[in-house]
């Protein structure tokens, strides 16, 4: 992509800084951002959000590292846990609506989309030390899926749900896709 997804804009602002605004507009309590290619340079783009930077200096080792790092740091006590990646963007009213269908006792919700599981997903704050316990090599957050897979929810969604990107041209038809100037 040619610099951190994190900083790509998103609409006259660092993609991160987008995401950190939608998930507090959401209502989430705690935000707790993940870190680890040029830290630094993404982290001074947030100093006025209110969220948790946690470094991750072995990112390079897998993307479970970065999971266990912000499950260790989410409160003990919190009722769920959103997981949503920087390369996919949700505006606040998706998020809600995906909380709101996780409710209190919710195990796992995610969204779907024409038979096809998306992301952003919710785990029950119970699971928080399975997140704890992940590895890329047995499947990583989709273990904790597998092992829940009886108890999980799943959300009638848009096809917003499975948008990501890994390429600049992705990046540009996710643009288009939220009505975003490219």
Aim: contains cysteine; aromatic residues 4%; proline residues 5%.
């Amino acid at each position: 992509m040619g610099q951190p997804k994190a900083l790509l804009d998103w609409d006259g602002e660092p993609l991160i800084c987008y995401q950190v605004r939608q998930l507090l507009e959401a209502g989430v309590d705690e935000v707790v951002v993940v870190l680890g290619h040029r830290a630094d340079d993404i982290s001074r783009q947030m100093r006025h959000l209110k969220c948790r930077i946690m470094l991750n200096p072995r990112y390079h080792m897998g993307r479970a590292t970065s999971l266990r790092i912000g499950a260790r740091a989410v409160n003990r006590d919190a009722s769920a846990i959103l997981i949503e990646n920087v390369d996919s963007p949700r505006p606040a009213a998706f998020l809600k609506s995906l909380l709101a269908a996780h409710g209190t006792d919710g195990v796992i919700t995610r969204p779907v989309f024409d038979g096809r599981h998306g992301h952003p997903i919710v785990v029950s704050g119970k699971l928080r030390d399975e997140v704890l316990r992940v590895e890329d090599a047995t499947g990583g957050l989709q273990s904790v899926v597998d092992a829940h897979r009886a108890d999980i929810v799943d959300v009638p969604s848009d096809a917003s749900c499975e948008i990501d990107f890994n390429t600049p041209e992705e990046y540009e038809a996710a643009r288009r896709y939220f009505g975003i100037p490219v």
